[in-house]
């Protein structure tokens, strides 16, 4: 009776992560669930379409023994100790473990998007509409076009120096800038 009670126990077991191995087209990791006891190389549960490498700083995970083989371990990463915390009801957050980048999205159509340094976006297409305004705020702006940049309007406001450096066509007639 002992032993059927130890192996039920070790159906779900919680345990913390030492090693995590992300080179393969499995993520793996090394958990300790007792003290002297590491399941090495379990699986690591991930959803499809979202990974994440949690580090092994105090991490906690889920281990499951399938089928009830503790030889088959999978481990569920629970916490990283890096969580947001104090979210209201209906709010999500996909974030960076160093709390550097986060994309929170809240309820009533908000999507909030913070990064430390930068917002890269990569396509051979881009396109961004509103439906009533678009601000861009910055120190400094720069857009650059390597074939032509088309800006349509009806109306162009330039407030400021405006500084043109090569000609300047207005209805068709080329303006000789100095």
Do not use: F
């Not at 650059?144 to 406001?157: E, L, N």
């Amino acid at each position: 009776m002992d032993e059927l009670l130890a192996q039920l126990r070790g159906l779900v077991q919680r345990g913390v992560v030492h090693r995590v191995d992300d080179l393969g087209a499995t993520q793996t990791a090394d958990v300790e669930t007792a003290e002297g006891v590491v399941r090495g190389a379990a699986q690591v549960l991930q959803m499809p379409g979202l990974a994440c490498n949690p580090g092994t700083a105090g991490v906690m995970a889920v281990v499951l023994a399938c089928g009830g083989d503790q030889g088959i371990p999978l481990v569920w990463i629970t916490a990283t100790g890096a969580g947001l915390g104090g979210l209201p009801a209906g709010e999500a957050v996909l974030y960076a473990l160093d709390n550097s980048a986060r994309v929170h999205v809240r309820p009533g159509g908000l999507v909030h998007v913070v990064a430390a340094t930068r917002v890269t976006v990569e396509a051979p297409e881009i396109e961004a509409t509103a439906t009533t305004r678009a601000t861009v705020t910055a120190p400094t702006i720069e857009a650059t076009a390597t074939t032509k940049a088309t800006v349509t309007a009806p109306a162009i406001d330039l407030v400021g120096a405006v500084n043109v450096l090569g000609s300047l066509k207005v209805n068709g007639v080329t303006l000789n800038v100095p």
